[in-house]
Structure formats: C-alpha cells, structure tokens
C-alpha cells in the first residue's frame, strides 16, 4: 500500500518527534537519577532510545519508510527511492518533528522549553565516532533491506544502542537529532557551535555506507 504524501510527512514527524524527546527526556530523567555517575547515565539514557527505535519503525514503517534521519532520506534519494521534492519534504519534517520533541521533553520535566545546550562536542575523535556510526547504521538499514525486513526494527534498535558505548561521540547519526539537541542545555546536548562538524562526518558517513554497500549487496553475475 502506498500511503499519500501528507501521511508519510506526518509520520515522519511524529517519528523524529518520539525519538528525540526519548532521547532527550531520558537524558534529563538519567540525569536526575545517577546521582553524577556518567556511565549510569549514559546506561539509562542508551536504553530508551534503542527501544523507542524498535517502536517506532514497527509502527511507521510501511507508512513512510521510518526513516526519522535526513541522512537515511538522502541515501533513499540517491537509491531511487524517494523524488528530490519528497526527499526535501522529509527532511523539513524531521527536523521541526525533533525541535518540537526536544521542546516536549522540557515541558514533562518543567524545564525551559527554549534552550541553548553549553555542552562541548568536537574535535577528531568525535568526528569520526559519528562518521562510523552514521556508516554503520546505514549499513544496518541497507542490510535489512535487502534481505531481511522484518529484522529492521530490532536491528536500528540494536545498533544505536551498542553504538551509543562503541563510538567517542555517542552516536547521533542522525542530522535532525543533532539540530534537535543544539536546542537542549541537558545531559543530551550539543553546543550549537559545534553541530556542523556534526553533521558533515554524519553525510559524510551515510554516503560512504550507500557507496560500500551499493556495490557489497549488489547481485552480481552467478559464479561459474
């Protein structure tokens, strides 16, 4: 079934908006609960984010495809999947989707709904932790794709959430997110200074991962 194109918009947004305010309200909830121990907040913020992914691709996915991430939109664009005008529309829709979850989780902790996160994230090393993580959960997507859709939803869940603790930069992999958490001052934050880094080793990563596994996942000719 193919849905029309204001469904797939709204359940795109909806999508992003369930993933970063779990992102974000679990970060503010983990915060207020580890009593300064990172690695339990880290934990506790790990946890709702792997499985608000599984819920939310079970549910979107045979609406708009479930992407929830311009950078999933784009390597869609490039395979033929969506039209530039529906890639461009989704991406709008992620992005105002996740701004608008970052606000809802201010809101359910009476915190400022408008802010601006303090919290440094750049240089090399973080970088690169998203350049992998964005490759790797592609690469996920990709996988599934071809040849097992029905393991989608646990598998992005899965990923992310082991990402979370392999990667320096705690894998964002996703642009809407980042732009997302620039508006959070909270444990999920990123300075806003420091988003575009961000989101460059994030393209950049997507479209290494469609390049690699376009040619890996190809059928090639039988062997003889």
């Known amino acids: 079934m193919q849905f029309d194109l204001t469904r797939r918009l709204s359940a795109e947004a909806l999508g992003t908006f369930f993933l970063v305010m779990a992102v974000v309200g679990s970060g503010i909830m983990a915060q207020k609960l580890a009593g300064g121990n990172d690695a339990l907040a880290l934990l506790c913020n ?17 609406v708009s495809g479930a992407h929830f991430n311009p950078a999933v939109s784009l390597v869609m664009w490039l395979r033929g999947v969506l039209s ?16 608008l979850g970052a606000i809802a989780a201010h809101l359910m902790f009476d915190l400022e709904p408008l802010q601006v996160s303090q919290t440094a994230r750049t240089g090399l090393g973080q970088w690169v932790g998203e350049f992998i993580a964005t490759f790797g959960l592609i690469a996920t997507i990709l996988g599934c794709v071809r040849f097992n859709m029905a393991a989608l939803a646990p598998a992005v869940g899965l990923y992310i959430t082991s990402a979370y603790w392999f990667t320096s930069s705690t894998s964002f992999a ?41 040619w890996l996942l190809r059928p090639g000719a039988a062997a003889k």
């Open 84 to 99: 530039r005008t529906d890639t461009l529309a989704y991406v709008a829709v992620q992005i105002v989707g996740g701004c």
């Open 174 to 214: 996703n642009p809407a997110v980042t732009v997302a958490r620039a508006l959070s001052d909270t444990f999920s934050g990123i300075a806003p200074a420091d988003v575009p880094g961000f989101l460059v080793a994030e393209i950049a990563g997507a479209l290494a991962a469609a390049a690699v596994l376009g």
């Open 46 to 62: 790990t946890l709702p984010t792997g499985a608000v992914l599984f819920v939310i691709i079970t549910i979107f996915v045979s």
